[in-house]
């Protein structure tokens, strides 16, 4: 199917960790992306997985990836207001070439 | 290094009039993609381009939507006789080539935000 799922909201205190989960669709995904946007804005992206990897950490950042499960997630570590944006999941199959599926995107609010 | 840039931010058109939005690639890539994300949605693909060359179409509606990446200049997304359905933002993105684009990701433009009234 074409469906990349997030859930929707997560609110979380400034400080705290969030948790922003995906499932995706495809065994033969080949790199897995996160991305933010802010209000109004394009697509940043934040980082990157290889599907022959279960973790990969960039400074707060910590993507972690269920192959077997199709589950992806990132991880913010002392999450800030500047953090509060939407972040969106996306695959790229191997079966075709180039194009990105995308989650709905989860829209994280970071509360002082 | 200029990131992707798209032109107009903001488009405003009337029913049955014509679309056309701009996107001019990163330095070096030769790769673009066209999304269009409505309200609440994530982004749905639309379009693949090489120079001169569509690779991949299969996303974009069959009618009035058609998109050109010229030899010389920026790729083109033209939309005819837009209706309200149509209103949404129109990313563009690129990618130094198809391998390095599943290495390093897609570099999105700010968007155009095309509004029908």
């Known amino acids: 199917g074409e469906d990349v799922e997030q859930s929707l909201f997560l609110s979380v205190r400034e400080g705290d960790s969030s948790v922003i989960n995906c499932t995706y669709t495809?065994?033969?995904?080949?790199?897995l992306y996160w991305y933010k946007q802010e209000p109004g804005a394009g697509l940043q992206l934040l980082t990157y997985?290889?599907?022959?990897?279960d973790m990969k950490q960039d400074q707060r950042l910590t993507v972690l990836l269920n192959k077997k499960d199709k589950h992806l997630s990132l991880r913010i570590a002392d999450t800030q207001t500047g953090d509060s944006a939407i972040y969106f999941c996306?695959?790229?199959?191997?079966?075709?070439?180039?194009?990105?599926?995308f989650g709905r995107g989860t829209q994280l609010t970071v509360w002082p | 290094n200029a990131g992707v840039m798209q032109n107009p931010r903001h488009l405003v058109r009337r029913r049955g009039q014509e679309a056309r939005l701009r996107c001019s690639p990163m330095?070096?890539?030769?790769?673009v993609y066209w999304y269009r994300q409505l309200p609440e949605e994530g982004l749905k693909f639309m379009v693949y381009?090489?120079?001169?060359?569509?690779?991949?179409e299969s996303g974009m509606p069959k009618e009035r939507f058609s998109a050109e990446f010229p030899k010389e200049g920026p790729s083109i997304l033209r939309i005819q006789q837009v209706v309200r359905g149509d209103s949404a933002a129109y990313f563009c993105?690129?990618?130094?080539?198809?391998?390095?684009?599943?290495?390093?990701?897609?570099?999105f433009g700010p968007g155009t935000r095309l509004t029908v009234l």
């Open positions: 996306a695959e790229n199959r191997g079966s075709t070439l180039g194009r990105l599926y």
């Open positions: 381009l090489q120079k001169e060359n569509i690779i991949d």
């Open positions: 997985i290889f599907s022959n990897m």
């Open positions: 993105a690129s990618s130094p080539g198809s391998g390095t684009n599943a290495i390093f990701g897609q570099f």
């Open positions: 330095k070096g890539h030769s790769h």
């Open positions: 495809d065994s033969s995904s080949t790199y």
